[in-house]
């Protein structure tokens, strides 16, 4: 009841904000907890995002066993996409069922051909690259959405990332409006 009560209804999608534990000590409940809330909610949609903030305990606690996209994002340095690595591998490690895994680059501000060897090593699909930007490093500073960041460069790099994840032409026509 208290997951229902907490979800943000909006147009077009629902929003269901988690935070994060209190304190030191064993999670096992409150992970047995999230899988079987996950797996109840989910069903009542077409597509769930689970963000996760940075780092692998969120595959090792197993809060679900089915992933149909697994999207990783690194930022622009070799030790960024060898953690996407590190968790991909961990996740099937974990016998985790991943449909597709993707590899975003984020904030380049280079030639991704630096880094070409690594995401190689990867075995991740490469979705895209988003350019490192100067107004979108201020925008983040100021606390404000990024849903009302409005620069038609980067959301344009993004609907085509969009589009390549979704394989719709619905993305297309979505992402078109925004532009």
Partial sequence: MRVQESLAEESGFDLLVMGRPEGPGCYCYVNNLLRDIIGRVTKA????????????????????GVINSLILVSDYSTSGVRSTKKIFDLAKEMT?????AWLIVN?????????E????KTSLVFAGEVPYSEKLAKWSLSNKPVFEFNDAGIRRRVCEIFERLMEDKN???????KV
């Fill in 117 to 120: 060897d690594e995401i190689r």
């Fill in 171 to 177: 993305a297309d026509r979505a992402c078109k409006r």
């Fill in 45 to 64: 949609y077409d597509y769930v995002v689970i963000d996760n903030a940075a780092g692998m305990e969120h595959i090792s606690r197993r809060t679900t």
């Fill in 96 to 100: 985790i069922k991943i449909g597709a």
């Fill in 107 to 115: 904030r380049v501000d280079g030639a991704l051909s630096e880094l």
